[in-house]
């Protein structure tokens, strides 16, 4: 039998949409034949979903991730019992607390090997900073709870991959931080995220920051001065990276199939042109971290938070390549067990039931 990853789906902000698009997610029964999901949430939150929206659902909790056994019609939880109260729809602290100790706990279980990967469900920043929890988003708090130093954001949407250089600060401020350092550990990051994913070789294009990619100095210097030597540096560590390119013809030739991931100096010049493209269905993924993890490309949805109208589109799509970076990261450990046994060494590694 096929090895089904074990893998966290964390709640969210209980007053989005992360508790509807799990139950929806939990409906089709397809999910289960490739991953045995655990939530980590709050139990009266997921029951009272399930009740307003009619799902034909029922709530199994447990007290570890590995009692996991997944049945149709079944949501298994981890239940931290956090949410006192809250309103769909609206920011709270209490709501903000919880989320972070959801994400804390994911971690735990993942860097500790009981689980495989997680999956994030959506938060608002306005909550976390209602809480008072100092991170802009789920890249930046995932990074400070595993102590990871070099980190990126990835989206994937279809055939295209964007990961960015910088990723939630204001637009005036970015160009101080194109510097060489930053832009070519993005690269680096790129190259490796690529290779998880099993391509081989892969062509990376890094974009240019101002029109024309600077044109020569004229446009801005940060082309020609941070992020150039930052391309060359890496093409002469063997990464197969181009630019910089002007960004206005760059996603249509990465469209084309020229190239395998853009590095993008910027969240809305990165963001746009995928989710213009597949809004819905693509996957943020945290690159650099020493675990897997996976989320939906969209936020809390306020504005639909408890109408029955949430696509789970992007969750699914998110727990997929969650399966998907789990097997290429046991293929790669099975390779190096097959290496240290030819040189007389043996590795033991924790799995979850195979």
């Known amino acids: 039998m096929k090895y089904k990853p074990l893998i966290a789906i964390t709640m969210g902000d209980p007053a989005g949409i992360g508790p509807e698009i799990i139950c929806r997610v939990f409906q089709r029964s397809n999910i289960r034949g490739i991953v045995r999901p655990?939530?980590?949430?709050?139990?009266?939150?997921?029951?009272?979903?399930?009740?307003?929206?009619?799902?034909?659902?029922?709530l199994k909790p447990i007290k570890?991730?590995?009692?996991?056994?997944?049945r149709k019609g079944v949501i298994e939880i981890?239940?931290?019992?956090?949410?006192?109260?809250?309103?769909?729809?609206?920011?709270?602290s209490v709501a903000g607390k919880a989320v972070y100790e959801y994400i804390k706990k994911s971690v735990s279980l993942a860097i500790s090997g009981d689980v495989d990967a997680?999956?994030?469900?959506?938060?608002?920043?306005?909550?976390?900073?209602?809480a008072g929890l100092p991170y802009p988003g789920h890249t930046e708090l995932l990074a400070a709870l595993t102590g990871t130093k070099d980190f990126g954001m990835m989206l994937i949407g279809g055939s295209l991959r964007v990961i960015l250089?910088?990723?939630?600060?204001?637009?005036?401020?970015?160009?101080?931080?194109?510097?060489?350092?930053?832009?070519?550990?993005?690269?680096?990051?790129?190259?490796?995220?690529?290779?998880?994913?099993g391509i081989k070789d892969p062509r990376i294009a890094v974009a240019g920051l101002n029109p024309h990619a600077g044109e020569s100095g004229i446009f801005g210097g940060e082309d020609l001065k941070e992020i150039a030597p930052a391309v060359n540096k890496a093409r002469k560590e063997g990464i197969n990276a181009s630019g910089p390119i002007p960004p206005d013809t760059l996603f249509h030739r990465i469209y084309k199939g020229e190239y395998d991931?853009?590095?993008?100096?910027?969240?809305?010049?990165?963001?746009?042109?995928l989710k213009m493209l597949s809004f819905g269905k693509s996957v943020n993924v945290s690159v650099g971290l020493p675990i897997i993890r996976t989320s939906v490309d969209h936020g809390t949805a306020?504005?639909?938070?408890g109408k029955g109208i949430a696509d789970p589109s992007s969750l699914i799509e998110a727990l997929r390549l969650a399966v998907k970076l789990v097997e290429s990261k046991k293929k790669k450990i099975k390779k190096f067990q097959e290496l240290m046994s030819?040189?007389?060494?043996?590795?033991?590694?924790?799995t979850h039931g195979n």
Request: no cysteine; hydrophobic share 40%.
């Open 38 to 58: 655990v939530v980590i949430g709050d139990s009266d939150v997921m029951e009272k979903t399930i009740k307003s929206l009619r799902f034909k659902l029922r």
């Open 64 to 70: 570890k991730a590995e009692e996991s056994s997944p």
């Open 78 to 92: 981890l239940d931290l019992k956090n949410v006192s109260s809250f309103v769909p729809g609206k920011p709270s």
């Open 118 to 130: 997680i999956v994030t469900a959506p938060i608002n920043k306005e909550t976390l900073k209602i």
């Open 165 to 197: 250089v910088t990723t939630h600060v204001a637009l005036k401020d970015v160009p101080s931080m194109i510097k060489k350092d930053r832009v070519l550990k993005t690269i680096i990051l790129a190259h490796k995220a690529m290779l998880d994913l």
């Open 261 to 273: 991931i853009i590095v993008s100096m910027y969240h809305d010049q990165g963001l746009i042109p």
């Open 302 to 305: 306020y504005d639909i938070a």
């Open 342 to 350: 030819e040189y007389g060494g043996k590795l033991k590694f924790k």
